[in-house]
């Protein structure tokens, strides 16, 4: 049986807490005027933080609901010394829509989010026209917006709404799947040769 060490709560300090009085931009980071990037459902950290060290002059923010997986993203912070990357513990859609200022974020991944394939259950998917809301009021304009999944079906529906959307305008250079691949599932799917389907759209 795999063992897991024991989390390090007190590391549990450094997270960003939901402040009525203030609000999320790159000004919470030692370069105020770097660009701003955000990860939806960040896992255990392992895509955030090969961003952060290949890209020490942007921000980087991941979202993670799960308090487990919120330690392990703040151990391999800790570990590499890493400045300019910071965490949430909280729901998606309420730290989009309560958390950041906006018009504040220059770029969000959205990384191998739970597709719920069982019809019944597709109501709890994350992505939806309320979600696309938010991401567009906390968005500069250009910012873009790069969705990654290893679920067929998740992806056309996601992409069908997206593509929709008047307010994005798709962009047809998709990053690579050796790039995208450095997340939680990303490391399992390419373990298993799993395919990959990626879009990116950028805010009119």
């Given at each position: 049986?795999?063992?897991?060490?024991?989390?390090?709560?007190?590391?549990?300090?450094?997270?960003i807490?939901?402040?009525?009085?203030?609000?999320?931009t790159?000004?919470?980071?030692?370069n105020?005027?770097?660009?701003?990037?955000?990860?939806?459902?960040?896992?255990?950290?392992?895509?955030?933080?090969?961003k952060?060290?290949?890209?020490?002059?942007?921000?980087?923010?991941?979202?993670?609901?799960?308090?487990?997986?919120?330690?392990?993203?703040?151990e391999?912070?800790?570990k590499?010394?890493l400045?300019?990357?910071?965490?949430?513990?909280?729901e998606?859609?309420?730290?989009?829509?309560?958390?950041?200022?906006?018009?504040s974020?220059d770029?969000?991944?959205?990384?191998?989010?739970?597709?719920?394939?069982?019809r019944?259950?597709?109501?709890?998917?994350?992505?939806s026209?309320?979600?696309?809301?938010?991401?567009?009021?906390?968005?500069?304009?250009?910012?873009?917006?790069?969705?990654?999944?290893?679920?067929?079906e998740?992806?056309?529906?996601?992409?069908?709404?997206?593509?929709?959307?008047?307010?994005?305008?798709?962009?047809e250079?998709?990053?690579?799947?050796?790039e995208?691949?450095?997340?939680?599932?990303?490391?399992?799917?390419?373990?298993?040769?799993?395919?990959?389907?990626?879009?990116?759209?950028?805010?009119?």
């Open positions: 049986m795999k063992k897991y060490k024991p989390y390090d709560w007190t590391l549990l300090e450094d997270l807490v939901y402040n009525t009085n203030s609000k999320i790159s000004n919470i980071f030692d105020q005027n770097s660009e701003l990037c955000v990860e939806i459902g960040c896992g255990n950290g392992h895509f955030l933080t090969d952060a060290l290949n890209n020490p002059e942007k921000n980087y923010i991941g979202i993670e609901i799960k308090i487990g997986r919120i330690v392990r993203c703040i391999k912070k800790v590499n010394n400045k300019n990357i910071k965490y949430i513990n909280n998606a859609n309420f730290a989009l829509d309560f958390m950041f200022e906006d018009d974020i770029l969000i991944y959205m990384t191998f989010p739970d597709p719920w394939p069982k019944r259950h597709h109501k709890n998917r994350l992505f026209e309320k979600f696309l809301d938010s991401v567009f009021k906390k968005m500069k304009y250009g910012g873009l917006f790069v969705f990654i999944t290893d679920h067929e998740y992806f056309k529906y996601s992409s069908d709404i997206l593509i929709k959307d008047i307010r994005f305008e798709k962009i250079r998709i990053s690579s799947n050796a995208l691949s450095n997340s939680l599932f990303g490391e399992k799917w390419k373990k298993e040769n799993r395919k990959f389907y990626t879009m990116e759209f950028k805010k009119r």
